[in-house]
Each structure stands twice: as structure tokens, then as C-alpha cells.
């Protein structure tokens, strides 16, 4: 954070100093209980129907405490600890984040999206930071209350910023991008998720589509030409330019000749009738689309086709998105248990039926959350879908996966099937099966300490 006068604070919140001084500086900024105080200097907003122990923030003075309370309901002063009173704190912190995101100039690219956005921001960032001081979301860590800490994270020495956007419910996106104020914003893909916060997929597509109205005018939106649901978004009244990516659908930044390769695929580019050969770390067609999204952005930001291109070479993979590694009994095991969702699912299917040719498949699949009262139903299309693959075994877990082995069953699976409630005797199972000749996807909630420990446990040690 660039350090801002306390004086300058108190005009700017028309705000009253109860006690302590103003000529001295604030180098970070929290909201109380929201965000962990670890700094001196810090600016703290405070509610008024928060309480709070005064003798924590005294060690950490100087400090600049900013609320609504009352006078006499703040009980104790400490050497060190300023307090600025305000008559409204939500209307201090919006004049606060709009001055401070104000004072920087830069680019700003927001990504949302089902699946593929954590990847898509990573691969920007990593084009990005060949020659720029990039500031972005951390990891998938994209909840809307760690947007402000980010949006601290700008400094003088920022020349672009790439920030992940979180979706829970319908607002957060709007919520967000008021906070981040884009100026390019990506929406990846639109599918089943998150449905017990939006209620249907018609709310989820609405509350996706909260970042069209949240770029800052005129500005650029960058779509996926073969999405279904993202064609149903309204982008007739953006006033800013739409630039699209796709495989399938004529689009402005476009691959062809999409192959799998040793580590990741290969495709062609084409863009205005010119034709670059690509390749991008990781498996499966959606990783392409992930890197259309990177390469195409990073285009948009002044960076050359050909140096994102050699750049995205050298991009790493997160851990745990089907993560390749030599397994038990000289298996291979394709870890995903970063997240799940019936995109997810669609995607790691089609990565262990083309590197699973000539081997044993087996998919090992958990619950998918966040479906609301459209659990059954989904978990039911993801055991449809998987009758669809040459798949030897199919064992799920959880009491929401049972409806995937079910459909699976009555859709005419012709492998195996197991179901578990929990990971307890899977592991034993497995290692009967595993050999040189399988291959294992194992897919379920980031959540699930369990499942990520089987996964583990699976892989042949380092």
C-alpha cells in the first residue's frame, strides 16, 4: 500500500479526530475482524456495533482507528491509537477505496467464470511478469472479503494488476469490480455451480454477468464464442469493445489443430489471417481455451502474440489441477481434487480417456457442492456422462455421489462400480487394482481434507 497522510484521511472522510494526531502516516488498511491486524501504521475500519480489545491494537501503534461509534461508547484510549470518527462507515470506506484505486492509472484485468479462471489469471500473470510489476489474487483465494487487502496490494511500482473474481452469491461480482474498477474484464465459461447462492442457472448467469456493467468505460470484454450460457448474457448496451476466443466458433483469437503432447498441448493460433504454432503446459482441450484467454489478453495489453506465446512455455501448473504423478504400483495418477463441478468433471473425463489409451481407466469421483436443490439432477448428468467414456472402474464417495453411480448403472455403464461413504476402506481397493497398465482420476471439494490425503497417499513418494 502507498502510504497516505492521516490528516489527508481525516478531510477526506469529513471526518473528527477524538484522539491521538494526525501528522503521521498509515501504511496498510483493514477492515476489524475481517482481516487480521499483524502491522504499525495500519488504518483500522471499525463498526459501530463491533466491539474490539483496545489493548491488541495498542501493540501495534502507531495505529489509525476509523469508526462510527459514538464518543462515549469507546471506553479507553491508548498512547499511540488515533481515532477518526465518521458519521457513516460504509460511505468512509467507498470514499476510501475509490480515492485510493483513483490514484494508480493502470490496466486492470477481472476474470470470472466456472471453471478455468485460477489457471487463466496464473498464465496472465505469468505473461505479464516477464516485464511488469503485476499486483494479483492469490491462488483461487478469491473471496469477495479478501478483494480489499488486494486492492491495498497496488503500489506506485504496480503497472498492471489481474484479479480473480469470486462468486458465492448474486453481488459479489459488483461488489468487486466497484472495488477493483476493471478495465478488461474475461469470463471464462457458464455452468452449473454455485447454485444455492443464485438460485438457478438463469441467477447464475445473471450474477456472472455482473462484471459487464462493472469495466470501466470504455473498456474490453473478453468472451468465450463457445459457451452456450455466455451467449445468453446481455452485452448489447456494453459500450466498450468485445473481443472473443474459441476452437469451435469463428472467433478473434482462435486455435485449430488442437494435439496432445509430451507435458501439454499443441495448437495453431490464428489471429487477423496470421498463424502462430503454441504450446501450453498441462493437459486437455479447456487448457487451451485457458491459454486463448491469456495470450489474447495479454495481446490486448500491448504484449506481442509471439513473446506471450514463448513466454506461456514456461508457465507452471497449480498444484492439484489434474496433476500428473507416477503412482502406486507403477500407476499414474491424474490428481484434481482442487475443485469439482460437472464443467470439471466434463474436462477431466476427456484428459484420462485420451492419455488412458490402451490402459485401465478408473475415475474416482466425490460430491459436488453448491448445487442447491438441483444436487440430484446434476449428480445424475455427471453419471450419464461418465457411461459415455471407456471407463473400467467408476467409484464415488459421499452420499451426493451416490446418484453418479447410480445414473451411471442405469444408463448401461459397462465397467465396475463401487460407492463409499467415505474414503475408509478405498484405499484398499485401489491398490488391488493399480499397476502399470492404469490410470486413476481421483476428482472431488477442495474441502475434503479426506480426499486430498487419499490422492496423496496414492502417489509413489519423492
Known amino acids: 500500500m502507498e502510504p497516505l497522510f492521516v490528516h489527508h484521511l481525516c478531510k477526506l472522510f469529513n471526518g473528527r479526530i477524538l484522539f491521538g494526531n494526525d501528522d503521521w502516516s498509515i501504511h496498510h488498511a483493514i477492515f476489524h475482524k475481517r482481516h487480521k491486524l499483524e502491522h504499525t501504521h495500519t488504518m483500522i475500519f471499525l463498526g459501530r456495533r463491533q466491539k474490539i480489545y483496545w489493548g491488541h491494537i495498542s501493540k501495534f501503534t502507531p495505529c489509525l482507528v476509523v ?193 496432445y503432447a509430451v507435458n501439454g498441448m499443441m495448437f495453431d493460433f490464428e489471429l487477423n489471417h496470421r498463424q502462430f504454432h503454441a504450446f501450453v503446459p498441462g493437459y486437455g482441450e479447456h487448457q487451451v481455451y485457458n491459454a486463448l484467454f491469456s495470450i489474447a489478453c495479454a495481446h490486448l495489453l500491448g504484449i506481442g502474440i509471439d513473446t506471450a506465446i514463448e513466454q506461456l512455455k514456461s508457465f507452471r501448473n497449480m498444484a492439484r489441477h489434474l496433476e ?17 463441478n460437472p464443467l470439471s468433471i466434463e474436462a477431466a473425463l476427456q484428459v484420462i480417456e485420451n492419455l488412458g489409451k490402451h490402459k485401465r481407466k478408473i475415475v474416482l469421483l466425490g460430491n459436488i457442492y453448491r448445487l442447491g436443490t438441483y444436487e440430484e439432477e446434476y449428480h445424475r448428468k455427471v453419471g450419464s456422462a461418465v457411461s459415455e467414456y471407456t471407463v473400467d472402474y467408476l467409484i464415488t464417495i459421499g452420499d451426493k455421489a451416490q446418484f453418479i453411480s447410480s445414473q451411471a448403472i442405469e444408463d448401461g455403464f459397462k465397467g465396475s462400480v463401487n460407492h463409499f461413504e467415505t474414503t475408509e476402506g478405498v484405499f484398499e481397493q485401489l491398490v488391488s487394482l493399480l499397476n502399470e497398465d492404469t490410470i486413476l482420476l481421483i476428482k472431488g471439494p477442495m474441502k475434503s481434507k479426506s480426499m486430498i490425503e487419499l490422492a496423496q497417499k496414492l502417489k509413489e513418494p519423492n
Open 67 to 259: 469508526t462510527d461509534k459514538k464518543e462515549e461508547d469507546i471506553k479507553k484510549f491508548y498512547p499511540g491509537v488515533t481515532i477518526i470518527q465518521v458519521n457513516n462507515l460504509v460511505h468512509a470506506h467507498w470514499k476510501f477505496t475509490n480515492y485510493y484505486r483513483n490514484l494508480f492509472q493502470i490496466p486492470v484485468v477481472a476474470i470470472t467464470g466456472t471453471c478455468g479462471k485460477s489457471t487463466t489469471k496464473e498464465m496472465i500473470k505469468h505473461i505479464l511478469q516477464k516485464d511488469h510489476h503485476v499486483q494479483a489474487t492469490e491462488s483461487s483465494k478469491n473471496e469477495p472479503r479478501r478483494s480489499f487487502p488486494y486492492l491495498m496490494g497496488i503500489t506506485k511500482q504496480t503497472d498492471m494488476a489481474v484479479f480473480e473474481l469470486g462468486l458465492g452469491n448474486t453481488g459479489n461480482i459488483k461488489h468487486q469490480c466497484n472495488l477493483f474498477k476493471p478495465t478488461i474484464g474475461i469470463i471464462t465459461n457458464i455452468r452449473e455451480h454455485h447454485l444455492d447462492g443464485c438460485n438457478s442457472i438463469e441467477g447464475y448467469i445473471q450474477a456472472k454477468g455482473e462484471i459487464i456493467d462493472g469495466i470501466t468505460q470504455p473498456g474490453i470484454l473478453l468472451l468465450n464464442a463457445d459457451d452456450q450460457n455466455t451467449k445468453k448474457l446481455p452485452i448489447s448496451n456494453f459500450k466498450g469493445n468485445v473481443f472473443y476466443i474459441g476452437v469451435q466458433q469463428p472467433s478473434d483469437y482462435h486455435a485449430k489443430n488442437i494435439v
Open 324 to 340: 500428473i504423478s507416477h503412482g502406486i504400483n507403477g500407476s499414474t495418477i491424474i490428481d484434481d481434487t482442487w475443485t469439482i
